[in-house]
């Protein structure tokens, strides 16, 4: 029998049924800085203030919720580095059914923690995460528990297209609608649910997926006609660095989403830094790639706009690590190199010449054995906080107005 890969507009609406006293309505918040840049109003849809920090609850307790009264007695297995984990176990734990879930050796510790705190037992194993998977189907295989995908499942699909339901109540003039996309489920079940209800009221709504460029498994497969696996290169949005598309949601993806774009990794930590910045909201990589494209131009939208950000779960050391990482993108930390002769003085001129420009000289790095200097010669590293491209260049030209020779240093 051929695998079901279609869904209703009666069985979204069913799962927002089954949701509506576990997950939050999320708010769905008009953002001024955004639409001043763009020149359309956007609203951002906050599933990173979801319960477990992200949209993945809604799909975990609908898939939970259909399991039958045996099946809920041998409980749940699911395999998570993050997101998923958290959403299986507190659905599991509303529902009252056992939760296993397997994770990597050396997941973030604040996500391990957060599943554990939701009730699951917690198996870490596998250096990498097809190992974890591995690992977890053959527990499954020999406990007789139920396994939990985390994107290619019908009900999981449905689950989390409630999140598009919510943004055409909220927002029933919406024009158009940013997804991220990483296996596919919420791009699956938001382009679905909005696309079905839209028809019903006679209106059109464009939905836009966006994947971050070093983990892009749709567009590739979008182009072959089938879920095609790709070599991941390394990515700060984790949370949607899938090698394979599911064949559930690369079937509604094929027929429902627009258009699916891709985001840099210096364009996602840019927009990272903004919408905490100005948002004041705490956002994932993968959770802010819509944000991403339409800040770097990806997408050319015309209309009111509803960006979904996805997830808040990030560990706060790589919150440190991407907002020097965001910062440098926008120009607004710079790194210079200046080699000066090893005499009094140096140190002081080139800190007057730094202030001149307005600038603020964040760390200081004064060495006199890096490779190619002379003996008579010391370098100087600066980490210098600038406002911007045309600041960063008045800081340039001040160092060699004041004599010195000064380089961007790329590490």
Known sequence: MAL???LSLAEF????????NVAIRTPLLKCDWLSEMTDIPVFLKCENLQRTGSFKLRGAYNRLSSLSP?????????????????????AAREL??????FMP???????????????????LSGTIFDETLVAAKTFTEKSGAVFIPPFDDLDIVSGQGVVGLEILEDLPDVDNILVCLGGGGLAAGVSTAVKLRAKSLGKKVNVVAVQAAAAAAYPPSLKAGKPVEIKMQ???ADGIAVAKPGKIPFDLISKYVDKVVTVTEDEIARAMVLVMEKSKLVVEAGGVVGVAA???GKVKLKGTTAVILSGGNIDPLLVQRVIRHGLAASDRYTNIAVMLPDRPGQLVLTAEAVAAAGANVVEVLHTRHGNGLQISEVELDLSIETRGKEHRDEVFQSLKKAGLSPRMNQD
Do not use: C, W
């Open 70 to 90: 045996e099946e809920r007695k041998k409980g749940v297995v699911a395999a998570s580095a993050g997101n998923h984990a958290q959403g299986v176990a507190y």
């Open 294 to 296: 339409m800040l770097s």
């Open 13 to 20: 609406e069913q799962a927002q049924k089954t949701l509506v």
């Open 105 to 123: 050796i050396g997941a973030s510790l604040p996500k391990y923690q957060a599943t554990l705190d939701f009730g699951a037992k917690v198996v």
């Open 4 to 6: 079901k890969t279609t």
């Open 234 to 236: 390394s990515t700060i």
């Open 96 to 101: 009252g059914i056992k939760a296993t879930i």
